[in-house]
């Protein structure tokens, strides 16, 4: 008989023995295990235990509390045949475009992926050459090139949805280099070292199955030719039925064309803007786990709040992370965070956002556009060469600016200029924040860090616009798919991963169904 054990609780110390924990609990003389979820329950800092979600097979008989019979979950697409002469044309291989060019290629579809940034390898070399030299490739950088922005960073895995296909979609990834713990994490993370992997990986799957890709060549237009699209990338052009924007969130120049120049129906929605905050990484941990700190990973967070009717979050934590230089453009500042699978960096770091409104920067389309670039501007301009504009927490929350870093060294690859946050950041983003970080230290006590370093600015967490589509996804123009973050339908690696399938799968023909 196969069970589902639910709420397995373990003392942190006791996870290596966990085969005679289970024996010893219910009293069993031979059955099989597997992990389905682990997590760690750490609100009463003197216990600190991992909670698991158990598959049991056993001959016995299984009784207790949270045990039920098991039923598997796991769900694949399925695969049919593309029955269209032209092939799909994929633009940004980002998780959207990974995934949905993955399964087009699955259908035999042999899509051709437009990528306006460099191949993996070389991109590794222009983003190099950013923080080294502060030489910008404005197509291949933090934010363009294989594998999309989330490349470069913790390649978190978590997403609020329940789609079936999520699962699979993480296997996905284990099938071509991750750790098989994303599989059972509660709060699963790649990293960027190994998620640089497993994107090529990827990669050369699709090649294997006929999929051609174009990297270096950005998506310049599409006209209507009878019953096709004439597609222009650079010096290129292809005919295609089936056009599908993966373009990123950061897309300003194809966003402006699309809606300027081939009249695609867009309207403007909320984003969110503020700083990067980095602690250490050790007092991060002793903050969540108390004593058990040293049995257990780099200690994550996840923070909320209000501020009037603004939402107040932390995004995007980065356990023994870094923050790093994100500008697409030049003349702007724009950070993220990374870090890799280890999580070794001395600091960790989080975004702390405040809610931005669509009556914040105007009424029109692309007024969102506009005032992100102009905060990230005007971040420039307090700095030199790149530096980020930035402050300690103690002088942020009282108006005043720290004389110098204290006892945290920022990890910001360009350096950070000291100074007054406000000529930066909105006065509602400001103040957000503040009452973000008295909020939070109630919530998880240390969060407030005197010498904490807050470093400007966080503006690229989502998209200031959605690309309007229908319930067959396809945009004003019957011809053109918008999908994953760019088009406003997700919000991280995960849940822009699943759009891009979902959308290829509806084109094939599929309509979301699945096979066990």
């Not at 290596?16 to 069993?28: M, S, V």
């Not at 390898?121 to 950013?130: G, I, L």
């Not at 396809?474 to 011809?479: I, L």
Request: glycine residues 8%; contains cysteine; neutral net charge.
């Amino acid at each position: 008989m196969q069970y589902q054990v639910d709420q397995f609780k373990v003392l942190v110390s006791k996870t290596q023995d966990l085969e005679n924990l289970i024996r010893r609990y219910y009293g069993l003389k031979k059955f099989k295990f597997r992990i389905l979820s682990r997590s760690i329950d750490a609100r009463t800092k003197e216990n600190v235990f991992y909670v698991y979600r158990l598959w049991i097979e056993t001959e016995e008989e299984l009784k207790g509390k949270n045990i039920s019979v098991y039923t598997p979950k796991d769900i694949e697409p399925i695969y049919k045949s593309w029955k269209y002469l032209d092939a799909p044309i994929v633009v940004g291989f980002g998780p959207a475009g990974i995934f949905a060019s993955l399964y087009l290629a699955r259908c035999g579809a042999k899509p051709i992926i437009l990528e306006r940034g460099s191949k993996i390898e070389e991109r590794v070399k222009d983003v190099t050459e950013f923080i080294q030299n502060k030489t910008l490739n404005p197509n291949s950088n933090v934010q363009f090139g294989e594998g999309g922005a989330g490349t470069f960073s913790d390649g978190k895995l978590t997403t609020n949805l329940k789609n079936p296909y999520i699962q699979f979609i993480l296997k996905e990834f284990v099938k071509h280099g991750a750790s098989e713990d994303i599989l059972i994490d509660n709060m699963p993370h790649i990293g960027t070292d190994v998620l640089r992997d497993v994107v090529k990986n990827i990669r050369i799957e699709i090649e294997k199955l006929g999929g051609t890709f174009y990297f270096n060549t950005p998506f310049l237009d599409a006209k209507k030719k009878e019953d096709k699209l004439e597609v222009t990338a650079l010096n290129h052009t292809f005919y295609t039925r089936h056009l599908l924007l993966g373009i990123g969130h950061s897309a300003r120049d194809t966003i402006r064309h699309l809606y300027t120049n081939m009249h695609i129906h867009m309207e403007p929605k909320a984003f969110s803007m503020g700083v990067r905050v980095e602690h250490p990484s050790l007092y991060i941990d002793e903050a969540q786990y108390g004593p058990y700190a040293k049995y257990l990973p780099r200690a994550y967070y996840k923070l909320a709040t209000r501020y009037l009717d603004r939402g107040v979050y932390t995004f995007c934590m980065c356990p023994g992370g870094y923050v790093i230089a994100s500008a697409s453009e030049e003349g702007t500042i724009v950070t993220n965070g990374m870090s890799n699978h280890l999580r070794e960096g001395a600091n960790s770091n989080s975004a702390l956002l405040v809610d931005v409104r669509p009556r914040d920067y105007g009424p029109g389309v692309l007024d969102g556009l506009l005032y992100q670039e102009k905060y990230e501007r005007l971040a420039f301009t307090l700095g030199k060469a790149y530096q980020a504009p930035a402050n300690l927490m103690k002088e942020f929350l009282v108006n005043d600016v720290a004389e110098s870093i204290r006892s945290i060294q920022p990890t910001y690859p360009h350096g950070i200029a000291l100074c007054d946050l406000r000529q930066c950041l909105p006065d509602f983003v400001i103040e957000g924040i503040k009452k973000g970080i008295q909020d939070f230290d109630k919530k998880m006590k240390g969060f407030y860090h005197p010498d904490a370093v807050m470093i400007g600015i966080e503006s690229r967490s989502s998209s200031p616009v959605r690309i309007l589509r229908d319930e067959n996804r396809q945009s004003s123009n019957p011809y053109i798919y918008p999908m994953g973050e760019g088009a406003g339908y997700a919000g991280g690696i995960t849940s822009a991963s699943l759009d891009g399938l979902l959308t290829a799968m509806k084109i094939v023909g599929e309509d979301n169904e699945c096979k066990n």
